[in-house]
């Protein structure tokens, strides 16, 4: 199915911006190096947005050493006086809120709407962690009870952190963790996505700076060559988000030294649509924003629908009127509701689901018209509904990370239960009833680290409780007191 609405004709000058050349930010100064990674924009690729220092052996060398020495004086900091630092740091992130928000839509291909929202929840998380500065040094006593002697629980930091985040939301994703590591007592290096590490890098380098030397890191360029940052000994922990493939070739390179992890993978998250579920306006807006946000590159995007068979024609007409108003384009141009996919082999992925979608019986209809090539030959994908697609069908068991959902029936609460249990992943999910009490009986049998009750996705996420997933999509937990935690460990002391 074609809707007829379409992007106006954009011109070169809304995206084609003088190329930006960052740096590495190492030892409290800005390191340039020899090499440097070409990095082009989604949407329109003959276009680079910028060069992305690649760091050398010895410029990572220089980011470990400086980090470790940095930790014993950070960790010896009054909490109070890390957090009066770290507060002060932040305040840069809204002064350059609008050119970072822009660079970052022309790396990532996501509309400038969201570049802003990556930014705002970057700094909402950011003084968010910095309210627990009262719980870090928190002492938990076990008093003596004739049998035991009396014990202090307390918490240290872990030393030197690695938090490497991706390219959907990367100021949003870092600041689940960065903060309450640097609140925590430990030194951090950062490492942005390499397909789009122009916006990261200047934002976390201009915090970096007001934060003594050390203490916080940037290092950009060749994953390859940025192996030490997880393998190196003086590495304490290294927190990943991404794709499943890439948490397990993290674990590999962490095993030898025996390095924590922290892994935020994929998902293949389920929205279960019952039959007494409220479809009003409100609702299925909240549904399709949890599906198609950042054209479906969302980690704890909806990835199935699954509705009671009673609601399906009502559910699809629906979601299909709010299809039929997207206009696809550049991420800069006021008129674009959804941007590109990230990458060519991102598209190419989502044609060939939708090729066997089709083949094995389903029914996709597809939405909006692709940009006029000429141009603007970026790496488009139209948005799309498949019905009726069978369980195997690829679209159902894998995370499609794209504008294109299938929606799925069941008859029974214990069918909807499981399936969406069947899978490898375990994010998210959500339960969608007019009955809280039969929604929450429903959410507590769901094999996922967050459930939402007639909401998905960010919008509805609490930024105080923690965020992390089960089965292939992870383990470790990010966001309040519990992600504070992860950074930390525990110490028991006992006696008089």
Known sequence: MTQSKTSPSATPTLWDDAPVTSALFIAGRSVSTIEHVAIVDPAAPEHTVGFAAAASADDVELAISSAWAARAAWRCMPVAERARLMKQAVASVAQHRDEDARLLTRETGKILHESVVDSLVFEARWNLALTLADDVDLIEQ??????????????????????IVPFNWPLA???ASLPAALLAGNTVIVKPPASAPLATAALVSRVAASLPPGVLGVVTGRDADLS????????????????????????RLAADSLTRVTLELGGNDAALILDDAVLDEAHID?????????TGQICMNVKRVMVHRSRREELVSALESKCAQIVLGHGLDPHTTHGPVHTASAAARQHALLDEARALGAEVREFAEIPDQAALPGHFVRPALVLDAPASARIVTEEQFGPIIPILTFDTDEEAIALANDTWAGLCGSVWSADTGRARRIAAQLE?????????????LDLRAPFGGVKG?????????HGLRDFMDTRAVSGA
């Open 228 to 251: 030490p940052l997880i393998t190196d000994p003086r590495i304490a922990k290294v927190c990943f988000t991404g794709s499943v493939a890439g948490g397990s070739q993290i674990m």
């Open 142 to 163: 076990l008093p003596g009870d004739g049998h035991s002697p009396s014990t202090d629980i307390s918490y240290s930091p872990l030393g030197v952190v690695t938090i």
């Open 448 to 460: 996922v680290g967050y459930v939402w009750l007639n909401s998905h996705g960010a919008a509805g």
């Open 473 to 481: 999509s992870g383990f470790g937990r990010e966001q309040g007191i």
């Open 173 to 175: 994703i870092l600041a």
């Open 286 to 294: 909240a549904l399709f924003h949890a599906i198609f946000d950042s």
